[in-house]
């Protein structure tokens, strides 16, 4: 599952107006590490560098551009690399 706008929302409590939010992480299906950027638009949120899924509330896992592009769906048997971060208290 993609990650809640409502999770969005709370990334960006505590940040300065214009102020982007940056994860950094690797990648579910090939393993390469990569920094997704999350923007705050008038239309909701914007994110570069990957895909941002939430397959369990505050844990999340990242997918690269390409491999975004092969599959869009988060299959936990892809691989045996636990590569879920713990949001954490910085955000």
């Known amino acids: 599952m993609f990650v809640k ?3 969005l929302n ?3 409590e ?3 107006n214009g102020t982007p939010v940056i994860r950094n992480g690797k ?3 090939c393993g390469c590490e990569l920094t997704i ?3 705050r638009t008038t239309g909701g949120f914007r994110l570069q560098g990957g895909a941002l899924y939430e397959p369990q509330m505050g844990r999340f896992s990242f997918k690269c551009e390409a491999c975004f592009h092969i599959n869009e769906n988060l299959n936990d ?3 045996n690399i636990p590569l879920e971060i713990e949001l954490s208290a910085s955000i």
Request: glycine share 6%.
């Open 10 to 12: 709370k990334m960006f």
């Open 27 to 29: 990648c579910h299906d």
């Open 5 to 7: 706008v409502e999770t």
């Open 37 to 39: 950027v999350i923007k």
């Open 14 to 16: 505590g940040t300065y």
């Open 77 to 79: 048997t892809d691989n």
